[in-house]
């Protein structure tokens, strides 16, 4: 299995940042997939997760309705939109289908 995140970056309060990870190495369409994030000094959490198809989405309670999990089986890829950012979203944000972790792609919220 190998989980490849991209797409962090810096960006300012308000404002909007989509994050990448292609996966493989694993029949990636039966795999419900998860992004968490770890901020520096506090422990790894939830932040999303998604069904297999698609069809079913799930959030922590801090980033709903401001961000949208998405996938493209297609693509063996699975997406992070994130909108309205605050700068307590900064972390390393992590995908995983809860045997194995990329190396995380930084998101840091700062004027």
């Known amino acids: 299995v190998h989980l490849v995140e991209s797409g962090g970056g810096l960006v300012q309060p308000g404002g909007s940042l989509r994050i990448s990870c292609a996966a493989s190495g694993f029949t990636f369409e039966s795999y419900f997939m998860y992004w968490y994030r770890q901020a520096s000094g506090k422990e790894r959490e939830f932040v999303a997760s998604?069904?297999?198809?698609?069809?079913?989405?799930s959030y922590t309670n801090s980033v709903k309705g401001r961000f949208a999990i998405s996938r493209d089986n297609a693509k063996n890829t699975v997406y992070l939109q994130m909108n309205s950012l605050e700068p307590e979203d900064t972390a390393v944000y992590y995908c995983?289908?809860?045997?194995?972790w990329g190396q995380g792609t930084q998101v840091t919220v700062s004027s």
């Open positions: 995983t289908e809860k045997k194995s």
């Open positions: 998604i069904s297999g198809n698609g069809a079913y989405t």
